[in-house]
């Protein structure tokens, strides 16, 4: 069985923080640090919503997420998105999307931006966990102005990586250990359990079904931890 780096069992998440409330001017914002992972996530809220959307009542959720250029051990250019970046913003639009109300939210548009101060692994999963809860506040603050009647979410989710390396299968990678992968795996869930996305590559070695409902199973076991911090952070709004 492999010793992890930080020493935790192979089936733990990293140490997890969530900072409420993170930024003053956001309508809801978020610091979410996975061990040394950490990325502040803003929900910001225009009342206007795109072109397909005019005249139908209802609303929309969309992201964008970037890495500060020394985010990570190499500097990042300033101003040159990546095939990689579209793909994250759309799956962090993707997963709010499918736990919110558009027919409640009414025709306005709630941006999601997500910001790496620093990436060890996992950004695009701690994005997702952190971007609920700046959903979450900025929505209770549109309804605490009288603009909406009830909170237009269905359910908490949260995202978690899990892969298999030197045949061990472990939750919650860290960089090094993505790295050096041989299965990787990015999941979004629900507290029902149910699925958004599930993004699984072999890197190296091929596997098998067995090893894929092992692989979600930790995962669901993980993202149920992260629920429950969601709900405690969000206790008296949710």
Same mark, same amino acid.
């Given at each position: 069985?492999? +010793?992890?780096?930080?020493?935790?069992?192979?089936?733990?998440?990293? =140490?997890?923080?969530?900072?409420?409330?993170?930024?003053?001017?956001?309508?809801?914002?978020?610091?979410?640090?996975?061990?040394?992972?950490?990325? +502040?996530?803003?929900?910001?809220?225009?009342?206007?919503?795109?072109?397909?959307?005019?005249?139908?009542?209802?609303?929309?959720?969309?992201?964008?997420?970037?890495?500060?250029?020394?985010?990570?051990?190499?500097?990042?250019?300033?101003?040159? %998105?990546?095939?990689?970046?579209?793909? /994250?913003?759309?799956?962090?639009?993707?997963?709010?999307?499918?736990?919110?109300?558009?027919?409640?939210?009414?025709?306005?548009?709630?941006? /999601?931006?997500?910001?790496?101060?620093?990436? %060890?692994?996992?950004?695009?999963?701690?994005?997702?966990?952190?971007?609920?809860?700046?959903?979450?506040?900025?929505?209770?603050? /549109?309804?605490?102005?009288?603009?909406?009647?009830?909170?237009?979410?269905?359910?908490?989710?949260?995202?978690?990586?899990?892969? /298999?390396?030197?045949? %061990?299968?472990?939750?919650?990678?860290?960089?090094?250990?993505?790295?050096?992968? *041989?299965? *990787?795996?990015?999941?979004?869930?629900?507290?029902?359990?149910?699925?958004?996305?599930?993004?699984?590559? =072999?890197?190296?070695?091929?596997?098998?079904?067995?090893?894929? %409902?092992?692989?979600?199973?930790?995962?669901?076991?993980?993202?149920?931890?992260?629920?429950?911090?969601?709900?405690?952070?969000?206790?008296? +709004?949710?």
């Amino acid at each position: 069985m492999m +010793i992890r780096t930080d020493g935790r069992g192979l089936d733990k998440l990293r =140490s997890v923080s969530i900072k409420r409330n993170y930024l003053k001017y956001p309508e809801g914002s978020c610091l979410i640090e996975l061990g040394n992972t950490k990325v +502040i996530c803003t929900a910001s809220v225009e009342e206007s919503v795109p072109m397909f959307l005019k005249n139908s009542g209802h609303g929309w959720v969309t992201a964008e997420y970037g890495m500060l250029p020394r985010s990570c051990q190499s500097r990042i250019p300033r101003g040159k %998105d990546s095939g990689r970046t579209h793909e /994250i913003q759309r799956l962090i639009g993707r997963s709010l999307r499918a736990v919110t109300r558009m027919d409640k939210l009414g025709e306005r548009t709630v941006w /999601i931006d997500c910001d790496v101060l620093q990436g %060890d692994g996992g950004t695009r999963t701690a994005s997702i966990t952190g971007s609920f809860i700046a959903l979450a506040d900025a929505l209770h603050k /549109i309804k605490q102005n009288g603009a909406l009647k009830e909170m237009p979410i269905k359910d908490f989710v949260a995202a978690t990586s899990v892969g /298999i390396v030197g045949g %061990d299968l472990i939750l919650d990678l860290s960089y090094e250990e993505d790295s050096k992968a *041989d299965v *990787d795996m990015n999941i979004v869930m629900t507290s029902k359990g149910e699925f958004i996305e599930v993004q699984g590559t =072999s890197e190296r070695n091929t596997f098998n079904k067995a090893q894929m %409902d092992k692989l979600v199973d930790l995962a669901k076991k993980g993202i149920g931890e992260l629920i429950n911090l969601q709900k405690n952070a969000l206790v008296e +709004i949710l």
